[in-house]
Nanobody, 121 residues
Framework: QVQLVESGGGLVQPGASLRLSCAAS????????YGWYRQAPGKQRELVAAIISDSGTRYADSVKGRFTISRDNVQNKVYLQMNSLKPEETDVYYC???????????????WGQGTQVTVSS
């Protein structure tokens, strides 16, 4: 089955850190881009960080200097290290990749199921 599986979310106090992980199915190949998004209830999904094949990165202004995205091409995984977390960053975080299925070899987006991050004292 072609899918992304996320892990690492949880409940932390303000100022704490979390590391999110996302594993892409082996049937997804030629992944050129990974992205991490977050979405609060009633709000639109927004880009947090993205990474491309040459490890170039892009971050939302609000997380620059605190979050770091990285990828492991051998494991087909992407990570998001989140430091100095704030209460307003309590959201569901989603992993996305752009790649091809090994069957059709057509390029498309794939999304994870989302993982809850709660920042509260």
């Amino acid at each position: 089955q072609v899918q992304l599986v996320e892990s690492g979310g949880g409940l932390v106090q303000p100022g704490a850190s979390l590391r999110l992980s996302c594993a892409a199915s082996r049937s997804i190949v030629s992944i050129v881009t990974y992205g991490w998004y977050r979405q609060a209830p009633g709000k639109q999904r927004e880009l947090v960080a993205a990474i491309i094949s040459d490890s170039g990165t892009r971050y939302a202004d609000s997380v620059k200097g605190r979050f770091t995205i990285s990828r492991d091409n051998v494991q087909n995984k992407v990570y998001l290290q989140m430091n100095s977390l704030k209460p307003e960053e309590t959201d569901v975080y989603y992993c996305k990749c752009i790649g091809k299925t090994s069957i059709t070899m057509t390029r498309r987006e794939y999304w994870g199921q989302g993982t809850q991050v709660t920042v509260s004292s």
